[in-house]
Structure formats: structure tokens, C-alpha cells
């Protein structure tokens, strides 16, 4: 209750850029926890899965922005730890599946019902792998076919 006071607190005081800001991760953030949910189900059913850690979620941080220092809201950051063994092929091969497995929940969405594409479309940059997702599949890619 106290964060949705906080973040209540912070939309009324700040200007209209930033509530617009605000606004956009606040849409974004269902797709967002489905991105991350999707890999914590695949990890966890291929056996890898180390744990699903927020490191932060809607905090006010103190930032100097040319010269001054503002309050600042940053939205949300989570992750998924794996396990990682690259010298087991199979273990990069479950690792492959762990980094594009958000594409499966595109999959599965549009298969329930055809409506989600709407939903997907504007949250395209949310259920799309991230970079650090293509990257680590890049590497995994590389060590599979060595």
C-alpha cells in the first residue's frame, strides 16, 4: 500500500512529461512481468532456474541532472538467475531456450485468442527478448556450434 502511495505522491507533484512517463511503464508492466515469467517458467521446468529477484520496483533516487539534483523514479527491474555450465552442451542448449523463451508467450497469446496481437503490438518492445536475452543467446549459439 505504501508504494502505491508513493508512486500516487509522485504522479500529483511532478510535471506532465514525467507523468506521461510514468503512465508508459505502468502499461508496460504486465507484458513486462509475463517477459520475466517466462523465463522463470522455462528455467524452472528445465531445471536451471536459481531464483527471480526485483532489484528495484518504482524507487525515487536522487539524481543530478545538470547540476541540480532531482528526485527521480525509476520503474522496475527484474531478473531471472540461471545456472550456467558451458562446458555441458545441454546446458546451453537450456540456456538457448531460457533467453527467447518470451517469443513462446507471443505464441501462446496468439494462439488463446487473436486479440492480444493488439496488446502485443503496443508492448512489442516488452515481449520481444531483450538484449542482454540476444546476447546471451548469441554466446550460447556460439559455444552449441563450436
Not at 528455467?43 to 520496483?57: M, V
Not at 531478473?79 to 550456467?84: A, Q
Not at 531456450?97 to 518470451?102: D, E, G, H, T
Request: charged share 15%.
Amino acid at each position: 500500500m505504501h508504494k502505491i502511495k508513493e508512486i500516487y505522491n509522485y504522479f500529483i507533484n511532478h510535471n506532465w512529461a514525467d507523468r506521461v512517463g510514468l503512465l508508459k511503464t505502468l502499461f508496460h508492466l504486465p507484458a513486462m512481468l509475463l517477459h520475466e515469467l517466462s523465463h522463470y517458467i522455462i528455467a524452472k521446468l528445465l531445471f536451471i532456474s536459481n531464483g527471480f529477484k526485483c532489484h528495484y520496483f518504482y524507487e525515487v533516487f536522487p539524481e543530478e541532472i545538470d547540476g541540480d539534483m532531482y528526485n527521480v523514479m525509476h520503474s522496475y527491474s527484474f531478473s531471472v538467475s540461471t545456472l550456467y555450465n558451458e562446458n555441458n552442451k545441454w546446458n546451453v542448449v537450456r540456456n538457448l531456450l531460457v533467453s527467447i523463451s518470451p517469443l513462446y508467450v507471443i505464441l501462446i497469446l496468439l494462439c488463446i485468442n487473436k486479440l492480444f496481437i493488439l496488446w502485443i503490438l503496443l508492448s512489442l518492445k516488452t515481449f520481444l527478448p531483450s538484449k542482454e536475452d540476444i546476447l546471451n543467446s548469441k554466446n550460447n549459439l556460439q559455444i552449441l556450434f563450436k
